[in-house]
Nanobody, 122 residues
Framework: VQLQASGGGVVQAGDSLRLSCAAPERTFTNYLMGWFRQAPGKEREFLAAIRWRDVSAYYSDSVKGRFTISRDSGKNTAYLQMNSLKPEDTAVYFC????????????????WGQGTQVTVSS
């Protein structure tokens, strides 16, 4: 299964970006889609996840209130809307899929996208 992450770029502090995670090969009705990021020299950090079936979502405290996860079932795509970006948000962002609700680390996610770079300048 291939997940295709896109939407990264170079922005200034305070700007917004929307990342996309497309899954063209299958539907994820029984899965959750999640977003992670990894900065150089740091571990991969959980950001948010959404259950495809009922759009139940949960977030890490570090992005709650600034980032919003959503999905479009017709396009088989999940999104991460990122507002009020800060330089410390600079990282490679990954999407992933799992069937287990409540995971908040990178362990246990079955499928991963290739990552998209987000750079926030001050």
């Amino acid at each position: 299964v291939q997940l295709q992450a896109s939407g990264g770029g170079v922005v200034q502090a305070g700007d917004s970006l929307r990342l996309s995670c497309a899954a063209p090969e299958r539907t994820f009705t029984n899965y959750l889609m999640g977003w992670f990021r990894q900065a150089p020299g740091k571990e991969r950090e959980f950001l948010a996840a959404i259950r495809w079936r009922d759009v139940s979502a949960y977030y890490s405290d570090s992005v709650k209130g600034r980032f919003t996860i959503s999905r479009d079932s017709g396009k088989n795509t999940a999104y991460l809307q990122m507002n009020s970006l800060k330089p410390e948000d600079t990282a490679v962002y990954f999407c992933a899929a799992t069937q287990v609700y409540g995971l908040v680390t990178a362990q246990g996610w079955q499928y991963w996208g290739q990552g998209t770079q987000v750079t926030v300048s001050s």
